[in-house]
């Protein structure tokens, strides 16, 4: 059953929860600013749990690195740093002694991550390090932030993007901090990186997926309520034919008991939000 009444948050959450599979591991850390941290930390850090509930109980969280699988309804609040007491003293399955431990640069060890930048463009770079020329920026921005290694060393990344306008969805980055597809596969292959690269890209108005192959961002749905004219226009890259683009799905009603009742009770995570639709 589809419920009729549920926030973007709640629909992102479910969404992204259905494409995690059983047995893997997923990586996010801990993002700094209200936006930031709850679409690169706190929407990803519900999906998995919601996926562990749900179709796939082995799937394991690795939160800012050395938190294994914690218990996210007795958050009081989201802790801002890795390395926070609220963290610490956060239930879990098990804790890191060291920091990054095994996970330190090991290829395929971490089979997805979560993501963030200001940019991102059509063949999925995306830019955490400036804006304008990287000699002499507009804006210096927070740095690279393991972005290069996300987007070379696990599995597949999640792109979490707060904002979607002409100035974040562009359609060239002006600096890479994270490779994806540029010349496509094969062009990702020639640069050493036949591994990795972005899987999808989230945004309060619609999913992007990519067309590898090619090296194209593609929409691969369309949130509830957004129109189809507002997309392009929000958008620094022609999108194509949409006309057979579907509606992103909503929630079921059994999902949204267990992210309400289970997983986030006090709201702490992803709270009330914009309704979708």
């Known amino acids: ?26 990586f996010t850390g801990l993002a700094t600013g209200s936006a930031a941290a709850l679409y690169a930390t706190a929407i990803p850090l519900v999906a998995m749990e919601l996926a562990r509930r749900l179709h796939a109980p082995n799937l394991t969280v690795l939160l800012a690195g050395w938190v294994h699988n914690p218990d996210l309804a007795a958050l009081d609040e989201l802790p801002d740093a890795e390395f926070d007491e609220r963290l610490r003293d956060l239930p879990c399955e098990s804790q890191l002694l060291t920091y990054p431990g095994q ?8 089979s ?14 995306i830019n955490s390090v400036c804006i304008g020329d990287h000699a002499k920026p507009k804006v210096r921005l927070v740095g690279p932030i393991l972005l290069p290694e996300h987007f ?10 707060p904002r979607h306008d002409s100035r974040t969805i562009v359609e060239k980055v002006d600096y890479v901090a994270g490779v994806g597809y540029p010349g496509g596969l094969e062009g990702r292959k020639a ?9 999808l890209v989230i945004t309060p108005k619609c999913f992007f997926d990519f067309d590898k192959a090619a090296g194209r961002m593609t929409v691969r749905s369309i949130h509830p309520g957004v129109d189809i004219d507002d ?3 929000s958008t620094g890259f022609d999108l194509g034919d949409l006309a057979a683009v579907p509606v992103t799905p909503a929630p079921t009603s059994r ?6 009742a289970e997983i986030d009770p006090r709201g702490i995570l992803i709270g009330n939000g914009p309704r979708a639709g």
């Open 112 to 125: 997805f991550g979560f993501g963030s930048g200001v940019q991102i463009d059509r063949v999925g770079n």
């Open 255 to 260: 999902e949204l008991s267990i992210i309400r």
């Open 1 to 26: 059953m589809t419920a009729t009444d549920f926030t973007l948050n709640e629909l992102l959450v479910a969404n992204l929860a259905r494409d995690l599979r059983d047995g893997e591991l997923g």
């Open 103 to 110: 996970f330190s640069l090991r290829r395929g060890n971490i």
């Open 231 to 233: 997309l392009r226009a």
């Open 191 to 199: 640069l050493g990186l036949a591994w990795g690269g972005p899987e």
């Open 152 to 161: 070379s060393m696990f599995g597949r990344e999640y792109v979490m993007m």
